[in-house]
Structure formats: C-alpha cells, structure tokens
C-alpha cells in the first residue's frame, strides 16, 4: 500500500513539472476584437435584424466596407488542445485526446454553446482569485463521476480563460484611452490557461454556434497531452464542409498551419451559409478522431432575426441582393433557393419559434469508441487501426442509460480533480404542441450509424448542411421513422409533436438505433446508442440547450 501511494505522489509532482514547465515555455494569446472593416461599430455584441443584405461602399482606403445596415456580429471562442476522461455508460473510464473549454465555460457546463461576443469574451475573471485545475467542476463542487454535477450556478465565468491586462502596455501608456479601455490585447496568464485546460478533454468537443453573417474568431491553445509526454503532437481546427474556407485557416496541415504544444492559433471564419457542421483534428485524422477530438458547429440562419410579424419570403428575396448568398438557376451549390409556390409578402414570421417553424433544438452528435484503441493510446504507440472495432456507441459523448441525465457529466482525471468531461445532454425535451429541430452529425471512423424514432416520425429538411430543396424551389423533404449516416456526414431533421391528441404532455418515446449490437456497452445488453424523447407541459431553461422539462 505504502508502495503504491508513493507511485501516485511521484506521479503527480511529474504531472505539476509538467504543467509548470509548458507554462514557462508557452507563447498563449488570444484574438478577439470588439470591431472590424466589416463589423465597423465599436461594438458588436448583439445579432441585429434582419432586414436585407448588408450595404457596401468603398472607403477612403479603397476597400469596399459596409456603409449600411450591417449584419451579423462578431463570436469568438477559446479552446485547449490535449487529452482527458470520459465516463462510459457502464462506468468504465476511457481515455482521450481530445478539445476542452477555455472560454464560455458557465454555458457549455449546462450545455449551451462556448461561443461568446467580445463583451463577454474580453470581461476579466471576477470571482476571486484565478480559475483553478477542473473548473467549473471544481467550484461548482462536482465530487463524484458521473452524476454528481454540483451547484451550477456558482461558477458564472464565460469571458477567455487567462484573460488579463497587458501590464506592459498599461505602464507605458500605450492603452487605457478610448481605443483600448481595458488594456486586453490578447495577452494571457499561462498558469490560468494550463491550470484549466490540463487533463480537460470534452466529448464532444465544445459546441460552438454562429449565425450568418457573422465573423467567427476561433483560438486553439495547445496545452500538451499529460498522460502521453513522449508524444509531441500538433494540432489544427478543420471546419468539416464549411464553404469557402480559405486553406489558411481550414486546419489541412499540409495546406495551412499546425499548432505546437505551448503555442496558439486563431482561426478565422465569415459565416456566409446557414446549416449543420462539424470540426475535428486533422492531424492522423484516423486516430485524432477516434481519440475524441470531435465536435460539432453550426450555422443559424438569417431568417431566425427577421422580426416576429415580418415576411420570411421577403427576406429570402432580400438575399438574393447579397452576392456570397445568392441562389438562382444558374448556381448548382446555392443551400437555399427561394422556395417555389410562395408570394411576396407571404409565410410571416411568428412571435415565437424560428425559421424551419421549430421550437427547440438539439445538436446531436453519434460517435463510437474502441475501449481497446483507447487504452493503447494512453500508453504506447503504434495502434492497431486494422482492428479498430467499436464497443461504445454515442450520443453526444453519452451511451444510455447517460443519455437521458441532465446536466453535465463529471469524471475524475489523473490530476485528481472534477471535470466536465461530457457536458452536453442527450435527451430531447418538446413542449406539448411543439417541434424540436434536431442536428445530427456523425463523426464515426469504422461504423454507419442508424437512429429510429419510434411514435414521433422524422422529417428530414437537410442534407450536409443544405436545404432538401431543388433548383427550382420545389422542398424536397421526406418524413422517414430512421435515418442512417456515415462518418463525415450530417443530418437535420424535425421531431413534430404538434398534435396535442397525439402526444400528450408527459408522453415519453425513444430514439434508438435497430442495430442490436449497437445498443451496448462494450457488449454489455442495455446501453448504446439510444436516448428518450419527452413531451413537456412546459420547457425551461433556454429555448435551445439545457431544457428542463416540467408537466403539471
């Protein structure tokens, strides 16, 4: 025993060495501006509507700058690069390479995207002191895997972690005027960032959302793989089928950049098309992805800030002025062609729901692991990728019965603390008379995934990141009772429980993949690929991401 204790002390001095080392040798900052030449206000921290293409003219620099109803805002996010836990639904540990939050931590915890405008973003850490290993887990007093979540609300930081003032600049008074108040210009604490990133790994990645229009600014923080120092890995962010990406940025290695342990890189997207996507490491994608280093994005479009009353068809019309969007006969890729049938002025937008008439919305993501993969990655080199073989199969990082907990799923790591390791729920909550949009992306290396809904039909209104609708703009939609992907491919589908009759508040159904082998946990009966879909009196806690569901 005494031998044993000794083993994991000298353990974990080797894993604080480590930490302390990367912190001194590190070259961290972050981006993200509160204005740019194409978001020209001073600030930009909320989505305006939408009331028709932003207006360009060309400036006294001779660049062509919105001179008029500019749309869109700016959204940026940080996240570390490195590895982690996760939590099976049979309680069995799995290790992983993997992304973790360094911004927008409150909401991700409580299942909301990471992403943040610049006055959230750029706000200093207020609650005393400097975040610390585990957190959010850790203050909010998650103390054991997997249920125990603790007081949510107790850590409300969302800003970028390590966020501080530029000391140098502030003494030498090249800040603190009208330009730069604050004196942040993207310098950072390492410790901070080291203290949370390490050992942080999610499953999935952290969720990040935009909506078009708007400039993303996306840094990655290499932070080092703890449990693997003998392996220097790079990575990079590959926004899977996002349309015109510049190569800079799209996260190949061999056309763009590659971040190194201790280093940082802000990538940057305009988000012209609306529509589900997904990113993941494109360093040995085989092994990064099965690892976990998978997430999803997605893009909401123009037509959710059209004001409540306002013509949806008009609007579409509208765009047809804006010539990154512009769908007509002539443009084979166009994602959303005005929609055949329809008249001016028609299809007004409700006070309440969004554009494809749903009421909430649930990213889901479909993944497996291969627990032997998994174990051989925490501990030597080669894998054996012929035999990669798939034993846990996932939904949003959870196999059930996990998927229908609420509220994030902490796992204890090597550095002995709490972390969120799968904060983004599985359950689907629909208000009575109401329809849930579900995004479904799969990022499965080996297997083609397939879900049925049984009670509630699907209709499936997208197709990788594209509107089931044709040239000529005839929808194309079907209504199916399952859905199969493969990996790299991505899925939107309405859940419509608007028959009150039909499904009455307190109904409950499932969504479940008919593949019995996939409804397992490391061949274990009862697990797998399947979550529970439930017909509320009433659902709280955003209209999106972390729904509470109430019946009276």
Avoid at 495 to 522: C, E, I, K, Q, V
Wanted: net charge negative; aromatic share 10%.
């Amino acid at each position: 025993m005494a031998k044993k204790k000794m083993s994991r002390q000298c353990f974990l001095v080797v894993l604080l060495c480590a930490a302390e080392w990367a912190a001194r040798a590190q070259s961290f900052q972050v981006q993200c501006p509160s204005s740019t030449i194409t978001h020209p206000n001073p600030t930009n921290d909320s989505e305006p509507l939408y009331i028709g293409p932003t207006v360009l003219g060309l400036g006294t620099d001779g660049y062509m700058k919105p001179v008029s109803n500019v749309n869109g805002a700016i959204k940026c996010q940080q996240i570390s690069g490195g590895d982690g836990y996760a939590t099976m639904g049979d309680g069995t540990q799995t290790y992983l390479f993997a992304f973790g939050p360094l911004s927008g931590l409150a909401d991700i915890a409580v299942g909301r995207p990471g992403t943040e405008p610049p006055g959230i973003f750029n706000a200093l850490f207020s609650g005393g002191g400097t975040p610390g290993p585990g957190d959010p887990a850790t203050t909010n007093g998650a103390s054991s895997a997997p249920y125990s979540v603790g007081n949510l609300g107790t850590f409300g930081y969302n800003g970028a972690i390590g966020q501080v003032v530029d000391a140098d600049a502030l003494s030498g008074g090249l800040c603190g005027g009208a330009g730069q108040p604050s004196c942040i210009d993207g310098h950072v604490d390492p410790r901070q960032i080291m203290d949370v990133g390490v050992m942080n790994g999610n499953i999935p990645a952290p969720l990040m959302a935009i909506d078009e229009d708007d400039e993303f600014f996306l840094t990655l923080s290499n932070v080092g793989m703890i449990m693997r120092p003998d392996l220097f890995e790079q990575h990079t962010v590959h926004f899977h089928g996002y349309p015109n990406a510049s190569a800079f940025y799209d996260g190949v290695p061999d056309a763009s950049v590659a971040i190194n342990i201790g280093g940082s890189f802000t990538y940057y997207y305009l988000a012209p098309d609306a529509g589900t996507y997904f990113w993941h490491c494109h360093i040995t994608p085989p092994e990064h992805l099965q690892m976990g280093m998978v997430g999803q994005i997605y893009v909401r479009p123009r037509q959710n800030r059209v004001a409540p009353g306002g013509s949806l068809y008009n609007a579409l019309v509208a765009q047809q002025g804006d010539a990154r969007t512009k769908c007509d006969s002539t443009d084979i890729l166009c994602s959303n062609p005005l929609p055949a049938g329809e008249a001016a002025g028609s299809a007004p937008r409700a006070s309440t729901g969004n554009y494809a008439y749903y009421d909430v919305e649930y990213p889901l993501q479909i993944h497996g692991f291969d627990p032997n993969f998994h174990f051989v990655g925490m501990t030597f080199n080669p894998e054996a990728f012929a035999d990669m073989k798939d034993k846990y199969f996932l939904l949003n990082g959870r196999s059930y019965p996990d998927t229908v907990t609420s509220g994030p799923l902490a796992t204890q790591s090597s550095d002995g603390s709490m972390h969120y390791s799968q904060p983004l729920p599985s359950i689907i909550n629909i208000p009575v008379g109401g329809r849930a949009l579900l995004r479904i992306s799969d990022l499965d290396v080996s297997e083609f995934q397939t879900l049925a809904s049984l009670g509630v039909p699907m209709q499936v209104i997208a197709l990788n990141a594209k509107l089931l609708r044709d040239q000529a703009g005839n929808n194309l939609y079907y209504k199916t009772n399952s859905i199969t992907l493969g990996g790299g491919e991505s899925l939107d589908v309405i859940l419509d429980a608007s028959d009150m009759a039909r499904y009455p508040a307190g109904s409950t159904f499932y969504l479940y993949t008919p593949d019995l082998d996939h409804l397992s946990n490391d061949a274990e009966n009862f697990g797998g690929l399947m979550t529970e879909v439930h017909i509320c009196s009433s659902v709280t806690g955003g209209s999106t991401f972390g729904n509470t569901c109430t019946n009276n």
